[in-house]
């Protein structure tokens, strides 16, 4: 129930690692230089510094009133070319890399067999040698997922499926296995977590993907089924058994498909919403034992269950019914190559990487290993390697000023709220209720989470990796009737990203965010209230955005809104879903703006925020008249902007707008901007100017 934050890179983690790892070489090499110059990058004891506004990233040939985005990024888009193992490029991303340089520096270190590791560095240690370990990878070829091919070889009957589709569940953490089944706290009642059972099974990264019927995504299908070819051959399949097991996959996920929920329609949560007994479950898929696939996860006696979109169990079951057993046994079989596929030898991973890279995202060329590896071990032993990461990386005057900063924020937030024109009392006292329950969690954990139950060895890195996957699949099973644990983290430290929780009602900003360029203590206020200020402001929003505000101060999802003031609400974010849908992503693709609006409301909010705040630290403490030629209503708003400057390969634009939330960042600035009069008055903007149009939406 995460709502993301400023980029999309926290909701690709998991799929990084599925889909060969996500972000970032640092294209420290120069422009031009051969991709092996772009190879000496290397490990860094220590985060760089930029400031949180620079000039050099600014186009000032461009009018700001024009275009602010290109004014205030343009020279950052110059000077900063897509690396190539990448498929964008922008100031998060560019942060993420320098963390991951850090990160990687630690491992190294830890990774050397010396006396003194405690067990958890022993642990994120052996991780990162396993996965560095490119000769033993190489020499092993498919044979480290043998095993699991051999489970699904072994099935006599459809009656062995619910205990081998759990074990292949646990050990691959991944929803792409028919459903996928875990924990969460329960809708009706945040105090209590129960199980969650929803829609899953697919290959590509959405169900429009498979019913779309455009030329382009016909194409996409028609390259999809050939990588799963490719796979089935490369398990040493004949190429007439590779082709006909392949059509066997894309008819299944269609199906699935077919059954499975839009992303739009899953961001109402009453859509979600379906409270179901073992046999509710049961009956909606008659030709799958449940009781047999619970114990095998260790869940007999459990009888409180979720059932997110319960269409999508009618369909799965038409499957498990109507096909035979040996195509559910290729079905599986191409999820458990899918999955493991970045851990095995060179031509699984180019394979992977050309259909879901390459042909998907644009990506020219795979990660150096070292990049995988820190990926690898952020996402499996993250708050041991974390725990590391901060002790050098935050300090204790660093999350003071943030939290200080949240306060204002959150001071501002009450005084727009009590003055809001079209929100009445009795709305208005169950929002502040609401505001006053956010809890703030800023760095890290106050506990770090233990990880000695679970096994690494140093030469098994798939062992590695399913291990870790089935430690955490149980670690929240285990939560299951348990009371809910509100110290926790669904972020880890070294992220950089932030998030809103509807169902904990808190706000998380790791470590990893609140660092330069995002946040300077070294420059002045104005652009780091723009910045920081914004994303504190947006992250509170998320709580009143159409998604949050259905939540209450304890996180249930009840209405709190009169019917008045609901319908005033739903016509100010017509306003919002109006403009952006009107935006070209990549050719004549626009926005989906039901899709992004959660997230366009949390910019719009965040910069009211931040605005407020800011005037109030103003004068408090007033800002120098002009830094750089710039009034402080400049910087503010510049510094706002820069921390979305960003280059994006088309491909990878086409995924976005098909399943990112957020709007490109080009519109998270123009859009918004355009939106606030403060704006047009700090670059003495004329009405009627692009970014100063005449009619502005109003919601907060
Ligand atoms: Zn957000």
Redesign the pocket.
């Given at each position: 129930m995460h709502?993301?934050?400023?980029t999309l890179l926290a909701a690709l983690a998991a799929a990084a690692i599925a889909a060969a790892p996500a972000h970032a070489q640092n294209a420290a090499a120069e422009p031009g230089l051969p991709a092996s110059a772009a190879a000496a990058v290397t490990p860094l004891v220590k985060l760089p510094y930029t400031p949180v506004l620079d000039t050099r990233s600014m186009d000032t040939t461009v009018d700001p009133c024009v275009d602010f985005y290109q004014y205030s990024c343009g020279g950052w888009q110059k000077n900063n070319p897509i690396p190539a193992d990448q498929s964008s490029w922008d100031v998060y991303a560019k942060m993420a890399q320098d963390n991951r340089r850090v990160l990687w520096g630690i491992l190294d270190k830890f990774a050397l067999q010396t006396d003194g590791r405690t067990v958890s560095q022993q642990k994120i240690g052996d991780a990162f040698a396993a996965c560095m370990d490119d000769r033993l990878t190489q020499q092993l070829g498919a044979r480290p997922m043998q095993p699991e091919l051999d489970l699904i070889a072994g099935m006599k009957s459809k009656k062995d499926l619910p205990t081998v589709l759990a074990t292949l569940q646990l050990n691959s953490g991944d929803d792409g296995l028919f459903f996928s089944f875990g924990s969460a706290q329960d809708y009706a009642d945040s105090s209590r977590v129960i199980a969650f059972a929803s829609q899953g099974g697919l290959g590509l990264p959405d169900r429009d993907y498979y019913l779309k019927t455009d030329a382009k995504s016909k194409e996409l299908r028609d390259k999809y089924v050939a990588h799963v070819a490719r796979m089935f051959r490369l398990m040493g399949d004949s190429e007439d058994d590779a082709n006909a097991h392949a059509a066997t996959v894309m008819a299944m996920e269609t199906a699935l498909a077919k059954g499975s929920m839009t992303l739009v329609e899953q961001r109402d949560p009453r859509h979600l919403n379906h409270p179901a007994n073992e046999r509710r479950l049961q009956s909606l898929t008659p030709s799958f034992d449940w009781k047999t696939y619970l114990a095998g996860l260790g869940l007999a006696g459990n009888d409180r269950y979720n059932v997110s979109q319960p269409r999508f169990f009618q369909a799965l079951d038409v499957q498990l019914r109507t096909r035979r057993l040996d195509e559910i046994k290729t079905y599986l079989r191409w999820h458990v190559a899918h999955v493991s596929a970045p851990f095995l030898s060179k031509p699984f991973v180019d394979e992977n990487f050309e259909f879901f890279r390459h042909t998907l995202r644009g990506v020219t060329q795979v990660a150096p290993l070292w990049q995988r590896c820190v990926v690898l071990v952020d996402n499996q032993l993250g708050e041991a390697l974390g725990q590391e990461f901060v002790k050098e990386n935050f300090s204790p005057e660093l999350k003071a000023k943030t939290l200080h900063m949240t306060q204002q924020i959150q001071a501002a937030m009450e005084s727009e709220i009590r003055n809001l024109d079209w929100m009445g009392p009795q709305t208005k006292t169950k929002a502040l209720e609401k505001l006053h329950g956010i809890v703030n969690k800023i760095g890290y954990p106050d506990k770090w989470r233990d990880y000695s139950a679970l096994v690494i060895q140093r030469d098994d890195l798939l062992g590695n990796v399913q291990r870790g996957d089935a430690f955490e699949a149980r670690r929240q099973l285990a939560k299951i009737g348990k009371p809910v644990d509100h110290s926790e983290w669904g972020m880890t430290p070294p992220t950089v990203n932030a998030?809103?929780d509807a169902q904990m009602n808190d706000i998380n900003f790791p470590a990893g965010v609140l660092q330069p360029p995002l946040f300077d203590a070294k420059l002045d206020d104005a652009p780091n209230y723009g910045d920081t200020g914004g994303t504190i402001g947006?992250?509170l929003t998320?709580g009143f955005d159409d998604e949050g505000r259905q939540f209450d101060a304890k996180g249930n999802l009840k209405n709190w809104w009169t019917k008045k003031d609901a319908a005033e609400f739903d016509k100010r974010t017509t306003c919002l879903t109006d403009q952006y849908g009107k935006y070209i992503v990549v050719d004549d693709v626009h926005i989906n703006s039901k899709l992004t609006l959660?997230?366009d409301l949390?910019?719009f909010g965040g910069l009211v925020l931040a605005i407020i705040a800011w005037k109030a630290e103003a004068a408090a403490h007033p800002a120098p008249q002009s830094i750089d030629g710039f009034t402080p209503d400049q910087r503010f708003f510049i510094g706002m902007a820069q921390w979305a400057c960003a280059n994006e390969r088309p491909e990878q634009l086409r995924l976005q707008a098909a399943t990112n939330?957020?709007s490109p960042n080009v519109y998270r600035v123009n859009g918004l901007v355009a939106n606030f009069k403060e704006f047009e008055q700090a670059f003495s903007c004329k009405p009627g100017q692009p970014m100063a149009p005449v009619n502005r939406c109003h919601i907060w």
């Open positions: 709502s993301t934050q400023k998030y809103y947006h992250e998320h959660g997230e949390a910019d939330p957020h």
